[in-house]
């Protein structure tokens, strides 16, 4: 097996200081929990960034003042989200792009999000992987319901997108695809040989999830975004708390823990 990637998502675009009151929201803080995230082994940020206000924004200048704090200290891989929240329009969400980032991410297809739609209508997603491939940034598909493979693949048969890809299967949102193990090995058996893939549990599932994901091989994403507690009633005290105990329960299966340039290597990245 390869090293095990650990992706983090510090802030998110739902989470609020209700929820968890250590949820870092200026670009200060979500760069200082970044990077302490990286001392317990993370190699990818999932980043989302917040106004002044507290609010998501995908505002670029938010977004470069806080890639540049991190870049300053560690050669993580940044991933911007291009999801930003549900209300945002797709030139909001593009912003971030216009960075050139290492990677970003494309979720493959529209889907009930509790209360929301987080809507991708065939358009705005190829748009989107177009723009990513114009940038050379390398997309992590975000799937949420198993159709979202095939749309990902239908752009590789219309020569956008190349393979092998890398997926982020986001697995326990209200709406989506339910956080089962069956359902990640049903998702992992669709994807075509040579790809990468991670898995994001939300809430209770992010733990059970992770396990599986590394023992079956694949890679791990947690943080505030899919879950702001460290176990049932209690509320993590960092998000670089769970990157820990990710990288302890690799360690006990026997995965190492991939650096930033390892990561790089596994998913085709420029060193």
């Not at 009151?21 to 979500?30: A, C, D, G, H, R």
């Not at 995908?58 to 560690?74: D, H, N, P």
């Not at 979720?107 to 358009?123: A, E, H, K, L, R």
């Amino acid at each position: 097996m390869d090293k095990l990637i650990i992706t983090v998502a510090p802030v998110g675009a739902e989470a609020t200081r209700q929820d968890n009151p250590n949820l870092p929201l200026t670009p200060v803080e979500i760069a200082a929990a970044a990077l302490r995230c990286v001392e317990k082994g993370a190699s990818i940020i999932h980043l989302h960034v917040r106004d002044a206000e507290g609010q998501a924004t995908q505002s670029k200048e938010v977004f470069q003042e806080t890639m540049a704090l991190i870049r300053k200290q560690s050669n993580v891989i940044i991933q911007t989200s291009t999801g930003g929240a549900a209300w945002m329009t797709a030139a909001e969400r593009m912003q971030p792009l216009e960075l050139n980032p290492e990677m970003a991410t494309l979720t493959t297809g529209t889907v009930n999000f509790g209360d929301d739609i987080f809507s991708n209508p065939m358009p705005m997603v190829t748009e989107f992987a177009k723009e990513m491939v114009k940038r050379s940034v390398k997309p992590e598909i975000e799937v949420f319901e198993a159709g979202m493979i095939q749309t990902a693949l239908n752009l590789v048969k219309q020569g956008i997108l190349r393979l092998p890809l890398h997926f982020d299967f986001v697995m326990g949102v209200p709406g989506g695809i339910a956080g089962e193990p069956r359902h990640l090995v049903h998702l992992v058996d669709s994807l075509p040989a040579g790809c990468t893939w991670t898995v994001a549990g939300i809430g209770r599932s992010e733990l059970p999830l992770a396990t599986v994901a590394i023992a079956m091989g694949g890679n791990v994403r947690v943080g505030f975004e899919d879950n702001v507690y460290y176990s049932r009633g209690v509320l993590a005290d960092s998000n670089a708390q769970l990157v820990e105990r990710i990288a302890r329960i690799a360690g006990e299966l026997g995965r190492p823990v991939a650096t930033p340039d390892e990561a790089r290597a596994i998913l085709g990245l420029k060193i």
